[in-house]
């Protein structure tokens, strides 16, 4: 095959918001940007984001009090404490800053509108003077998880606005756009990333792309879980697959999968939060609202975890919808009225009309819990750099940060793509403007070889097997079935075993077309055994984790365990190793310290130590692996945080 080699600054692998935010802040730095994309920028899956993204603003009166350091302590609380508390921190200064700069490229956020406004809260209207002065400023509507009404949105069509408005910038600045074009593999020499080599879907043919920094914003993992996710067709974890292939770099978290209360059934189409915080009911088959008496306090906005559960065990009841599809429950949102709903839901109101056939201001919409984000990821330090391995960084869902720990606040994504491509955005740009590209055009050209060598090895092989398709949905079969929303021991050993068995599997499967050039066939042949390996993390960081925290929840262990599990999983998978090894990492320096999360259950297995002896543990610890650089800066950082605050 004809290869080629190209170089560039700074590479950004992906072409969503995180990834476009970081190229962004790399070339106003002067740097030359290349992203690489799967698909066009603007078919990118945060395209995807209806409801909003959090900012602490305080514009409208629900929102009056709210402040970075309110933001912030929701984000932990909603982590299930298990959150980098010094990036949590991090991101809810730099969130409202981001809200602005997008008011600036273009975003038209909904705006406050002085006078009397009324809004459904808890199932009742309430009629709400909104003051005057605010006329015009960026609005808020409620989320689950949070104090106050913090969401800005664009009516449910955020994540499009952002893109198309960050996108333009993208182009205004020049930043070379390769779309069509998959990353398969890291080109590192051992210590340092030096690229990537590429595969382009219209041609088949390979080629390198050398930087002086490699940046992965490729989005989740959510298609693991087959077509049991709200994740675009393209969201495979290639990022966390590239860095796993490695054998260096560590992924973290890797069991932390967050299920979304409200996908549309049985397509699995998100129906964004904004519903419900815009007042929309839950009900069960006899329209009865169960959240009230489950969550009495925060009712359908308790955060996702928590609400897709008790969704999940009123089915489980009995109490779902039967339907030829499989069990459902009801969303109610036509109290809203259909001016609300074809304005600030329009999205949804779309949505259900094309993919259900029915109309939300006056039927009610069949949902039910399914897979959404991947809480996990590459994992990073603060600045983004990748553990392990100089010039690799990661940012947005493909990074695990780690701002969401083991649950994620919705909004809170949508706001750390354009926070962390801002911040990360700029460490890149400072790493390069003083690096020179030096790496050996040898050690590119044998990657490039030996990815074609894989190619041509799928294309010759012969025999009779399961199709690459019918592996990919066991392996989602296996992933929804025993790795889902309630987990246990036995099933999860299970998956473990089940998905060696489809790797196995999968490094005998035979393709149907030969064709070498633009090829679906072979083009998901090469991300599979990705996918498998990702699978496999996941489930065994489920199967050793014994507590319940945020989105992984054991029913043989129930309680959040602080005194155990207040640790983030490490996996690396080394080259040639039957299987990954996991490790663990402290959660890093607690300023608020592990409590209730003001819903869900206050049961749990609390420290032993005081905070003071455990951030003093986190510095010895991170002092040991050379992640401090001096022990002037532990005094700093242990006097910045000794006490802990309530």
Not at 288 to 311: C, G, I, N, T, Y
Not at 324 to 335: K, Q
Not at 518 to 546: D, H, I, Q, Y
Request: proline share 3%; glycine share 12%; with cysteine.
């Amino acid at each position: 095959m004809t290869t080629q080699m190209t170089t560039t600054d700074v590479l950004v692998i992906g072409g969503g918001l995180a990834g476009e935010r970081c190229a962004m802040e790399a070339a106003a730095a002067g740097q030359e940007v290349t992203i690489l994309s799967l698909v066009p920028p603007r078919r990118s899956h945060s395209c995807a984001a209806q409801g909003g993204m959090q900012a602490a603003l305080g514009n409208c009166v629900k929102a009056e009090g709210d402040s970075p350091e309110v933001h912030y302590l929701d984000t932990v609380r909603g982590s299930d404490w298990g959150a980098d508390q010094e990036v949590a921190n991090i991101f809810a200064e730099e969130a409202p800053v981001a809200v602005r700069e997008l008011a600036h490229f273009g975003v038209p956020w909904t705006r406050v509108r002085g006078g009397t406004n009324t809004y459904f809260i808890k199932g009742e209207s309430v009629d709400i003077e909104e003051p005057l002065e605010n006329d015009g400023l960026i609005t808020h509507r409620d989320f689950g998880g949070t104090a106050k009404w913090r969401a800005c949105y664009a009516a449910a069509g955020t994540g499009h606005a952002a893109l198309y408005a960050v996108d333009s910038e993208v182009v205004r600045l020049g930043i070379t756009v390769r779309d069509r074009a998959e990353a398969v593999s890291l080109i590192h020499d051992g210590t340092r990333c030096h690229g990537v080599v590429a595969r382009c879907l219209r041609t088949g043919t390979y080629f390198a792309v050398m930087a002086k920094a490699t940046v992965i914003a490729t989005g989740g993992y959510g298609r693991i879980y087959g077509q049991y996710t709200t994740n675009a067709t393209i969201n495979y974890g290639t990022g966390a697959a590239l860095a796993l292939g490695t054998g260096i770099v560590p992924l973290g978290n890797m069991e932390a999968v967050q299920f979304h209360p409200t996908a549309l059934s049985p397509s699995g189409i998100l129906i964004t939060e904004g519903c419900r915080g815009d007042g929309g009911y839950l009900l069960d088959k006899n329209l009865h609202r169960f959240m009230v008496e489950a969550e009495p306090e925060k009712q359908e906005l308790a955060s996702r975890d928590v609400v897709s559960r008790h969704m999940m065990q009123c089915i489980q009841d009995g109490k779902g919808v039967d339907s030829p599809n499989g069990r459902h429950l009801w969303l109610d949102i036509r109290h809203l009225g259909e001016e609300h709903l074809t304005t600030k839901l329009l999205e949804v109101f779309d949505i259900c009309r094309d993919f259900a056939g029915i109309n939300p201001a006056h039927d009610l919409i069949p949902v039910r819990p399914t897979q959404h984000y991947s809480m996990g990821g590459v994992r990073v330090n603060k600045d983004g750099e990748a553990y392990g391995m100089a010039c690799l960084y990661a940012v947005g869902e493909a990074a695990c940060w780690d701002m969401h720990g083991f649950n994620r606040l919705g909004g809170n994504s949508l706001a750390e793509t354009l926070v962390a491509g801002r911040v990360v955005g700029g460490r890149v740009a400072e790493y390069a403007s003083g690096a020179t590209l030096e790496a050996s055009t040898t050690l590119a050209f044998d990657a490039l070889n030996a990815e074609e060598q894989r190619s041509q090895s799928l294309l010759r092989r012969e025999g009779n097997s399961r199709s690459v398709y019918g592996i990919r949905d066991a392996l989602g079969e296996i992933m929804i079935g025993k790795v889902g929303i309630f987990r246990n021991g036995a099933d999860l050993a299970a998956a473990v075993d089940e998905l060696k068995d489809l790797i196995s599997e999968c490094d005998k499967a035979v393709l149907r077309q030969k064709g070498p050039g633009a090829n679906p066939e072979l083009a998901f042949a090469l991300r599979l055994p990705g996918m498998l390996r990702l699978a496999l993390t996941v489930a065994m960081g489920a199967l050793a984790r014994t507590e319940s925290r945020g989105a992984h929840f054991r029913v043989d262990y129930p309680l959040r365990n602080d005194q155990d599990w207040l640790s983030r999983t490490l996996v690396r998978w080394q080259t040639d190793a039957g299987d990954p090894t996991l490790s663990y990492e402290r959660v890093g320096l607690i300023d608020l310290p592990p409590g209730h999360r003001g819903y869900g259950s206050d049961e749990r297995i609390e420290m032993d130590v005081s905070v003071d002896e455990y951030n003093e543990g986190v510095l010895v610890s991170q002092a040991e692996e050379g992640r401090l650089e001096s022990t002037e800066a532990m005094g700093s950082q242990l006097r910045r945080y000794s006490g802990g605050a309530a």
